[in-house]
């Protein structure tokens, strides 16, 4: 199994670093979903948007892969790597679909102090949703129309 996780790493990143992107990405894809990247914020790729406030990645998984605890692997795995002080479980939206994981208070001096790993699915799709905060993101009044979309708090 972790032979299979590493693998599937491994060819992201080969993918990401052989082949390139663009350097200015207009649109990302989330789900079936296309978001036109806003004026104050930049993507590197189809699968991932960044600005000072806000950063979201995703990353697709199949069903087979969740049904073998692949997902819940790929999220202890970047638990493992982050440097964090404080976590607490959370369950949000994202795109009206129910996401389940934790978030933590990152330690250092990083502008996004708040970072949430998550799993859960989007049109179908089972998916990881990683996304930094440079505030706590303890209310939705303060997000902007593109951080709605992906992260909204259970009512």
């Known amino acids: ?15 990401s670093t052989l082949l390139g992107q663009p350097s200015e990405v207009k ?3 989330y789900g079936k979903t296309e978001i036109e990247v806003p004026q104050k914020y930049s993507a590197k790729d189809e699968y991932s948007l960044e600005s000072a406030e806000f ?15 692949v997902g819940k692997q790929i ?12 976590s607490v ?8 679909k129910l996401f389940k994981g934790k978030k933590y208070l990152l330690k ?29 993101p303890i209310s939705n009044d303060k997000f902007d129309d593109l951080m709605k979309q992906f992260f909204s708090l259970k009512k």
């Open 27 to 29: 649109k990302v894809l």
């Open 55 to 69: 950063s979201a990645q995703w990353l697709y998984l199949t069903k087979e892969m969740v049904d073998q605890g």
């Open 75 to 86: 999220l202890e795995r970047f638990e493992g790597q982050i440097k964090y002080s404080k």
């Open 108 to 136: 250092g001096s990083t502008p996004l102090k708040y970072r949430i790993l998550s799993l859960g699915y989007e049109e179908e799709q089972p998916l990881i949703l990683n996304m930094g905060f440079k505030n706590d």
């Open 1 to 15: 199994m972790q032979k299979y996780v590493l693998t599937l790493t491994l060819l992201t990143i080969a993918y």
């Open 89 to 96: 479980e959370i369950e949000f939206y994202s795109h009206g």
